[in-house]
């Protein structure tokens, strides 16, 4: 309830503060919310987003970061910056759904083999009119989709090492439907918990198990709380960068082209830290006490996709989306 009033005290200043225009002179601050912690990967390539952005704009352009879910919970981030009480955030691509239907099929678990995979997608003809959509219906720009994450592995406080032991298992999942679908297909008894709660849903019981990119659970200090986890590389995901599609237009040209160039390189940085990083944090870990279970991965898999195709019947998606992306798959 705390969290709740101080999201919503902090949202009601930024909404009344318009462009945010409280640094120097002549410099329009910009916020930009977060779920992740202000130390994780994200609030790391935040930081250098930043930095980037008030180089290339001389100080016209500033950012004022929110990490931690400070500004509210990620649905109330996207309605934020669909209003324009938030002008930017940061968030996992698995909020996207809340924008597009579409891009619920990236969370599905195995549809990318690997972050070539990905790649592909998002430099696909498929993907820039999603983008397109986002603007039209939603007022977000997308500016950036290269923030790239490691792959999402799975977090437990006891082994798994099969199928069978995911049965009755308490999984979190974030407030995502196909997420919820697929471990429900998988076995399990998923359980919604907002990001910035699951530490205490792990420690408290209420959940038995995350996934997570190795960095992101390290950040979160899940190895605290945790015993195992099980290599399956679920999702290969990344977070976006989206700003208020009139706030975006608001700006002059020079300094959107350098926003887009900034976000962007901060990408790149975020891509190559986390890659240079997950060995060394894999190690910390271990040494707290988790053990990395290597298992055997097709038995997952093959229950994703008749899910898929159930999920597509249904118009959880557009007719022949599964197909288009697997056929991108490298031969």
Partial sequence: MRRFVVATCMLLLLTLSGSLTL????????????????????????????????????????????????????????????????????????WLTQMEPDYSIMSLAFVFEDEA???????????????DRVIKTNGVHIVAQNWFRTPHQIFTKRPIRTIEDLKNFKMRVPSVQIMEDYWRALGASPTRVDWGEVYFALRQGIVDGVEAPVDHAFSMKFHDVVKYCTELSTLRSYAFVGINERKFRSLSPDLQKALVEAAVEAGEYHAQSVNEKAIAVEDEMKAAGVTFLKVEVSPF??????LAYRQEAANAWSKGLYDAIQAMKRK
Avoid: C, W
Avoid at 117 to 131: E, G, K, Q, T, W
Avoid at 301 to 306: F, G, Y
């Fill in 117 to 131: 995979h990905l790649r592909r997608f998002i430099d696909s003809p498929i993907n820039h009119a999603l983008v």
């Fill in 23 to 94: 640094g120097a002179p002549g410099t329009t601050v910009l916020s930009l919310a977060a779920s992740d912690a202000a130390t994780s990967p994200t609030g790391d390539a935040a930081a250098k987003f930043a930095e980037l952005l008030k180089a290339k704009t001389d100080g016209r352009l500033s950012i004022k970061f929110y990490p931690a879910s400070q500004l509210g919970n990620e649905v109330s981030m996207i309605e934020g910056a669909r209003m324009g009480s938030i002008d930017m955030i940061v968030l996992a691509n698995m």
């Fill in 301 to 306: 898999a093959a229950k994703m996709d008749p």
